[in-house]
């Protein structure tokens, strides 16, 4: 059972342009929404993360926007660098049993062409 | 702070052999998960450690097994390899104050022959 469903699988912009990632979860229990980049041969490094209380998050470049109500979130990537070139994944967490297992969208990749 | 360190972070074994793999978490972080990452089922919890004991476990079989050590360095172990097993493993500490993240190491790339 796949509780958190990552869109697109990959992903395809050109230097400038804004890359959207979508992921919709089905456990309501979830309180915090983290999404991660991965570089070929490194572990996932957290980029940001939101909790349900908002609506939209941002850092830098990178923009989350949560619906709790539709039970989706989404990664935006503004001005998208060939360096943001990578694997992004969503996750989801609950912590109310006393554990933070994370789990993860299937992970999309994302090239950013010159 | 140095960060999550992982060894070994490559290893190759064959079908029946175990395997242990180790993790150094970042000073400070009590709280130890790891992950299994392959290319079909892409990233899947095995278990958590927190001050040593075991608070959660994934959906994988009995031949994972895992431990944690006062000093909050954990290991984990395979038995009875299987094809299937071949996969990045990660592990992630994390300080389990007000924050949940987690922070991930290298990993260890463990291929079954």
């Known amino acids: 059972q796949q509780q958190v469903k990552q869109s697109p699988q990959s992903l395809i912009v050109q230097k400038g342009g804004i890359s959207i990632i979508n992921c919709a979860y089905e456990n309501t229990a979830f309180d915090y929404f983290p999404w991660y980049q991965q570089f070929p041969g490194k572990g996932p490094a957290l980029l940001i993360a939101?909790?349900?209380?908002?609506s939209e998050k941002k850092e830098g470049r990178f923009t989350i926007s949560f619906n709790k109500s539709a039970k989706q979130f989404s990664l935006h990537i503004m001005d998208s660098q060939p360096g943001d070139s990578a694997t992004y994944f969503c996750a989801a967490a609950y912590s109310g049993a006393g554990s933070y297992q994370l789990t993860f969208g299937k992970g999309t990749k994302l090239s950013v062409i010159p | 702070k140095a960060g999550v360190t992982q060894t070994p972070r490559y290893l190759i074994k064959t079908r029946g052999q175990q395997v242990t793999l180790s993790c150094s978490p970042i000073?400070?972080?009590?709280?130890v998960s790891w992950y299994q990452q392959t290319p079909g089922q892409g990233l899947q919890f095995l278990f958590e450690?927190?001050?040593?004991?075991?608070?959660n476990k994934g959906n994988f079989p009995g031949r994972f097994s895992g431990r944690q050590f006062s000093n909050s360095r954990s290991e984990m172990n395979v038995s009875t390899l299987e094809l299937g097993d071949s996969a990045l493993y990660l592990c992630?500490?994390?300080?389990?104050?007000?924050?949940?993240?987690?922070?991930f190491g290298p990993g260890t790339r463990l291929t079954v022959l």
């Open positions: 992630a500490s994390m300080f389990r104050g007000q924050t949940d993240t987690q922070y």
């Open positions: 939101i909790r349900p209380d908002v």
């Open positions: 000073s400070g972080h009590r709280s």
């Open positions: 450690y927190f001050s040593e004991t075991q608070r």
